[in-house]
């Protein structure tokens, strides 16, 4: 479920949303765009990495990238065509990012948990409520009702709602870092999203 609210992110700092209008994050450049523990990292030439690479689909060398360093962004993703279209240089992305890091903050998800109090738990996500021009974020979940930092009951049929905008200023990073995918991350949890049904 974290990798969706990465993709997302991802898929605003891409040139192509960028040049349309067509991202909540254009012109965020060296802005804070989520909490402090947030670091996102590009890692291209990772021995044996699912999705390593030399170069991208232009033909530009990649490199290892910070993205979001300490909750402020540091680069976009372009390729060579998003780039001359916002008088930039080509980040050697044409074609997606390359084995992305999400570092894990000090917690563990149990932790998180009980230090959540009342909440919701999110296992499945549907769906594709996601404006990323403005930011507006609504999903259908399910999962688990969390209730005094346990889980309490089983939920289906819920409606989750919020703008990433503030969802990534309202993130807590657990340590649980799932390898498993070109994109690893931890559990994530959200200070505040309206939750229904």
Same mark, same amino acid.
Not at 101 to 120: H, K, R
Not at 140 to 168: F, Q
């Given at each position: 479920?974290?990798? @969706?609210?990465?993709?997302?992110? =991802?898929?605003?700092?891409?040139?192509?949303?960028?040049?349309?209008?067509?991202?909540?994050?254009?012109?965020?450049?060296?802005?804070?765009?989520?909490?402090?523990?947030?670091?996102?990292?590009?890692?291209?030439?990772?021995?044996?990495?699912?999705? @390593?690479?030399?170069?991208?689909?232009?033909?530009?060398?990649? #490199?290892?990238?910070?993205?979001?360093?300490?909750?402020?962004? #540091?680069?976009?993703?372009? @390729?060579?065509? @998003?780039?001359?279209?916002?008088?930039?240089?080509?980040?050697?992305?044409?074609?997606?990012?390359?084995?992305?890091?999400?570092?894990?903050?000090?917690?563990?998800?149990?932790?998180?948990?009980?230090?959540?109090?009342?909440? =919701?738990?999110?296992?499945?996500?549907?769906?594709?409520?996601?404006?990323?021009?403005?930011?507006?974020?609504?999903?259908?979940?399910?999962?688990?009702?969390?209730?005094?930092?346990?889980?309490?009951?089983?939920?289906?049929?819920?409606?989750?709602?919020?703008?990433?905008?503030?969802?990534?200023?309202?993130?807590?990073?657990?340590?649980?870092?799932?390898?498993?995918?070109? =994109?690893?991350?931890?559990?994530?949890?959200?200070?505040?999203?309206?939750?229904?049904?």
């Amino acid at each position: 479920m974290a990798r @969706s609210l990465w993709g997302h992110l =991802l898929g605003a700092i891409a040139g192509g949303a960028l040049y349309r209008d067509a991202s909540f994050l254009k012109d965020a450049i060296d802005t804070p765009i989520a909490d402090p523990g947030l670091t996102i990292s590009q890692h291209p030439h990772r021995a044996y990495g699912l999705a @390593s690479a030399g170069f991208d689909g232009d033909g530009v060398a990649t #490199r290892d990238r910070t993205l979001v360093a300490n909750g402020i962004l #540091r680069g976009y993703v372009l @390729s060579a065509y @998003s780039a001359r279209r916002l008088g930039m240089a080509p980040t050697g992305n044409a074609g997606g990012v390359f084995n992305i890091d999400v570092a894990p903050g000090a917690a563990s998800f149990d932790e998180l948990i009980a230090d959540m109090g009342t909440g =919701l738990v999110v296992t499945e996500l549907m769906g594709q409520g996601v404006n990323l021009v403005n930011g507006d974020y609504s999903r259908g979940a399910a999962g688990w009702w969390v209730e005094n930092g346990r889980l309490a009951y089983p939920v289906e049929n819920a409606t989750i709602a919020g703008n990433l905008a503030d969802m990534y200023r309202g993130i807590t990073l657990a340590n649980d870092v799932d390898t498993t995918s070109a =994109l690893a991350t931890p559990s994530v949890r959200i200070e505040r999203m309206t939750v229904a049904g």
